[in-house]
């Protein structure tokens, strides 16, 4: 290649060489144009535009995930082992909630009323006829293998999987029970007894926690005599005698590690806190016409038909108050209150349990049963026969977010973190993953 200027000209020629072939293409120069500093940044920008073009779409905020042909007796749960276990017509079956995959199915004797999971064991209680206690079968919740059968009921107490027999029930709703007969604590694997503790009539029997922690079982007996036990080995380990009191599924309460117990005093209704150790009177306040105490985060609630009020377990010193609420409920991380002019068992919205301030107002909608940790499931009818819509709210979902609509004729639903079950008119029981950020 050469170069040729003219005399009296600024015309330079430049000499391509074009007798030595054309070159492969006119669209790739030697020699880059581009500026230095503007090449990593073009290679940057193709590269997220590359990404954005290949990355997966986001699932539905609602995907169907298993679906079931049940009757209208049959039961399910979803368990805390993320594990869907449902009674349909001669079977019971168990699926995974991650993936939706079949983990093992048994055939079934009778048709269940109850079904629940303790202890690495799925707890059924069948139907039966005629006088006598119900059996509960006991299946291994890994393999559905059948373990053992007990004449009567076996239930557990909150914070432990220790399993407990009771020969009867007068009330089996609430976090305590009232029992009638002997209570016995029996193996996991072998469902033997391991130890018994007599009960002469009737007692109510919850758990309470242990100076390390770890929870004990108090029995209240129906003469207001009250023993701790210790859960390994029966052991008595404290014992008092209680006032008079309207001993049943609500009361008393365990609230911040100590026992309240709402009761009459010598001029009014009062409540009375424990210590669950010892059994020795911490404090006593007024009730403040209240009929029932419940846990409230960190404080207990006294809940009447004046309000709802907030006091500190450590003193029963006032908090807050809410006279225009009827009822609070501790769900998971998240307090619920409850009530208005016209239903009180509509919620009013999640509060804030330092202070009572609504916190996601959830006027005009119905609670889905079970609960997702920091947040709950919520359902709305726009009008009679029309669609459902399901939404997540929560302080952490900013706010309440719709999700989808769910088919027409769904009910009956149940929720942990991420999944949703409902059954339909037409008898299906779907499980659907849903994604509480939309």
């Not at 079934?108 to 005629?130: D, F, S």
């Not at 399901?390 to 979902?397: H, S």
């Not at 149940?414 to 994604?435: F, I």
């Amino acid at each position: 290649m050469g170069v040729e200027t003219f005399a009296g000209s600024n015309t330079v020629v430049i000499d391509l060489g074009l007798d030595r072939g054309e070159p492969d293409t006119y669209a790739t120069p030697s020699r880059s144009t581009v500026p230095g500093w503007f090449r990593p940044v073009l290679v940057t920008v193709l590269v997220l535009l590359s990404s954005v073009a290949s990355a997966a779409p986001l699932p539905p905020a609602l995907s169907p995930l298993i679906s079931l042909r049940v009757g209208p007796a049959d039961t399910y749960s979803m368990t805390e082992e993320r594990r869907l276990i449902a009674q349909t017509v001669g079977t019971v079956s168990a699926y995974d909630l991650d993936d939706g995959d079949l983990i093992w199915e048994v055939d079934q004797e009778r048709p269940t009323y109850r079904m629940r999971t303790a202890g690495g064991l799925v707890l059924m209680r069948p139907w039966t006829y005629g006088p006598g206690q119900p059996v509960t079968t006991a299946l291994s919740l890994a393999t559905g293998v059948s373990q053992w059968k007990h004449p009567g009921m076996v239930m557990t107490i909150t914070g432990s999987s220790a399993l407990l027999a009771v020969t009867s029930v007068r009330s089996n709703s609430g976090s305590n029970r009232r029992v009638q007969g002997p209570i016995e604590r029996v193996d996991a694997r072998t469902g033997k007894p391991l130890w018994r503790i007599a009960v002469p009539s009737t007692a109510v029997m919850l758990g309470v926690p242990g100076p390390d922690g770890a929870p004990r079982l108090l029995v209240v007996h129906d003469d207001r005599t009250a023993a701790v036990h210790d859960l390994a080995t029966g052991r008595k380990l404290a014992g008092t005698e209680l006032p008079p009191a309207n001993y049943g599924p609500e009361n008393p309460t365990v609230t911040d590690g100590l026992l309240l117990l709402r009761h009459l005093g010598r001029w009014e209704p009062v409540v009375s806190a424990y210590d669950p150790v010892t059994l020795q009177l911490r404090w006593q306040r007024s009730a403040e016409r209240a009929y029932e105490v419940r846990n409230c985060g960190a404080f207990a609630c006294l809940v009447g038909p004046a309000g709802i009020t907030a006091i500190r377990p450590s003193d029963g010193r006032l908090e807050w108050y809410q006279p225009s609420w009827r009822s609070i409920e501790q769900r998971g991380e998240l307090l619920l209150a409850y009530g208005n002019s016209i239903n009180v068992t509509d919620p009013i919205g999640i509060v804030d349990p330092a202070n009572g301030r609504v916190l996601v107002d959830l006027t005009g909608w119905r609670l889905v049963g079970g609960s997702g940790g920091d947040h709950v499931l919520v359902t709305r009818a726009a009008a009679a026969g029309a669609r459902t819509m399901v939404a997540v709210a929560g302080p952490g979902t900013a706010g309440l977010r719709p999700l989808a609509e769910l088919p027409p004729g769904t009910g009956d639903c149940q929720a942990v973190p991420d999944r949703l079950a409902c059954r339909s008119s037409s008898g299906e029981l779907t499980v659907w993953a849903y994604r509480k950020k939309v």
